[in-house]
């Protein structure tokens, strides 16, 4: 792998999931692997299990880690060419990704959309001038339009608590917000499903209101409906998480009742585990009930966060060497 910013990236989803699932039985066996190699995390964003565990998992390499929280401590970047910048901008991203380039083996960068223009944020622009002028390989800690390190860890759980017989059934439920949020780690939970489907590994449906529907790129072969109910019949894993308007671009758009899981949704579920990457809104996305109840598989999957990070850190030390 030479960098990771989708699941495009990667040649056998199975065996990447599969070496996560390694690492956690094993975690200090490639100390040496990342002796004398440096990471480095940029953040524009907060974050709390991105940072942790991505720490965590360069740390169980061997590698030495260095964060920058760009947002509050850096210069503020110039991202387009040909300005004259004698505005709030101070250094531009050619001259800050080449110089953190010049410091560390291995990049991670975490870059949210504006939520104010689809074509610049779907672009990928800045997410995609820093892989170019870094010169080393990119993981991402988060994308405007995808979130792949989170997917990773969502594939892992579903593996490794999956006990039936036949491949399970996964829904991606929308659920509500008071704010208009990205549509990355849906986008990134649907793209890998999509390809677990394909390789016959999951089914996948996709439950929202009218009016969120996901570019579809993102869901190539997802069974979609406008039907909670409907979806959740027999399912397996229902994975919660809100989303705005991919039509109406950031926009808060009225939503309509009954989309906030509850133990009463589950009873058509075949007994289903749910997840959510977290951060959560309790009682608002996710009711408290099934957060704290047996249904949850919260904690869990943002523990495998750091087994996901390792497996992909791993993977770019082997191709750098
Ligand atoms: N799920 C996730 O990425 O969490 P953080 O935003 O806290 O890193």
Not at 201 to 220: K, Q, R, S, Y
Request: hydrophobic share 40%.
């Amino acid at each position: 792998m030479k960098q990771f910013t989708s699941v495009n990236d990667i040649a056998d989803i199975n065996q990447l999931v599969e070496a996560a699932i390694a690492l956690k039985n094993d975690p200090y066996s490639d100390q040496q692997l990342g002796k004398n190699k440096t990471l480095g995390l940029v953040f524009l964003n907060p974050s709390l299990r991105t940072r942790l565990s991505t720490q965590k998992a360069a740390l169980n390499l061997g590698m030495n880690v260095m964060v920058m929280n760009m947002d509050k401590e850096g210069w503020a970047l110039e991202t387009q060419d040909g300005m004259v910048m004698n505005g709030s901008t101070v250094e531009h991203i050619r001259e800050a990704a080449a110089v953190m380039g010049q410091y560390c083996d291995i990049l991670g960068l975490r870059s949210f959309p504006k939520l104010k223009d689809r074509e610049e944020d779907y672009s990928e622009d800045f997410f995609n001038k820093f892989i170019k002028y870094c010169g080393v390989p990119v993981v991402s800690l988060e994308s405007a339009t995808r979130h792949p390190l989170q997917s990773l860890a969502d594939l892992v759980t579903i593996r490794e608590t999956w006990k039936g017989a036949a491949k399970p059934k996964v829904v991606l439920a929308w659920a509500p917000h008071v704010k208009a949020l990205p549509q990355a780690v849906p986008n990134s939970f649907a793209e890998w499903m999509c390809k677990a489907q394909q390789e016959g590994l999951v089914d996948f449906t996709i439950a929202h209101p009218a009016g969120f529907e996901l570019n579809e790129d993102f869901t190539p072969g997802a069974a979609i409906t406008h039907n909670l109910e409907e979806a959740l019949t027999g399912a397996d894993y229902v994975y919660v998480k809100n989303w705005s308007s991919y039509q109406d671009y950031g926009k808060v758009l009225p939503f309509p009742e009954g989309w906030m899981l509850t133990h009463e949704h589950l009873k058509v579920s075949n007994d289903a585990k749910v997840m959510h990457c977290l951060p959560v809104r309790r009682d608002l996305e996710l009711s408290s009930e099934v957060l704290d109840g047996p249904h949850s598989l919260v904690i869990h999957e943002a523990g495998n966060r750091l087994w996901a990070a390792q497996a992909v850190l791993k993977d770019l030390l082997q191709s750098l060497s």
